[in-house]
């Protein structure tokens, strides 16, 4: 019963080409969230919808473009890959506003982006 | 969102309580403090959170000064399974839901 899943788990690709990966959860959340971690092991918001409209969009360049079908998916496409692109990507999910401060979030297992 | 800071690193033995500090001086009065940790190539996975209180749950404890300007992350009986990377985290009951991670703690837990 994995609560926030991830498609795929690797990811390699040439520099120029178009991908996404896709987000899932089973937990009735209202929100989603995608986060990167660089090499450095930095873990930085990228965006983040609630109940399918954009809230959060941290200055990332428009070739990243996220998708929220319904409030159970959030998939995250990429345009024109480049070699920093490379990173592991993690996906999240929340209870929606109004739970302040307190709101855990659950963390997907992540994709490993290899951009060549 | 309020910054924090952590020693990069500790270590631990196996079975033995860790004490895992962060100061936040400038927190503010709706800065609830959140505990994550990050096991080797998993997501980050939350542990613990309090506002003014300590906090036990099953994972850990949270000690929280009385000024709220430092907190303690309290692992009672450490395994090798809690070595990971310890974020202590600040999040604003106004700012939404974002969480804003710094380097954090790394643990090492010895057997």
């Known amino acids: 019963d994995t609560a926030v899943s991830q498609t795929p788990k690797y990811l390699v690709t040439q520099m120029g080409n178009d991908k996404s990966i896709k987000c899932e959860q089973n937990l009735g959340h209202d929100t989603m969230y995608w986060y990167k971690q660089d090499s450095k092991k930095f873990l930085k918001i990228m965006f983040s919808?609630?109940?399918?409209?954009?809230?959060i969009n941290e200055t990332v360049p428009n070739r990243f473009s996220p998708k929220s079908p319904d409030k159970a998916h959030l998939n995250l496409h990429i345009n024109s890959l480049e070699l920093g692109d490379s990173a592991v990507y993690f996906c999240?999910?929340?209870?929606?506003f109004g739970h302040g401060g307190s709101n855990e979030q659950f963390f997907g297992p992540g994709t490993r982006l290899t951009v060549l | 969102d309020a910054k924090t800071t952590q020693p990069n690193s500790m270590e631990s033995n196996e079975e033995e309580p860790v004490h895992l500090p962060c100061n936040h001086s400038?927190?503010?009065?709706?800065?609830?403090i959140h505990w994550y940790r990050q096991l080797p190539s998993q997501g980050p996975e939350y542990v613990i959170h309090?506002?003014?209180s300590n906090v036990n749950n099953r994972m850990a404890s949270l000690a929280i000064a009385e000024d709220r300007k430092s907190s303690t992350l309290i692992l009672h009986r450490a395994t090798l399974r809690d070595a990971a990377v310890y974020y202590c985290i600040l999040r604003d009951e106004t700012s939404g839901s974002r969480l804003t991670f710094g380097e954090g703690t790394q643990l090492t837990v010895n057997p």
């Open positions: 919808y609630n109940n399918k409209e954009l809230i």
């Open positions: 400038t927190i503010s009065g709706t800065d609830y």
């Open positions: 999240a999910s929340s209870r929606g």
């Open positions: 309090g506002l003014t």
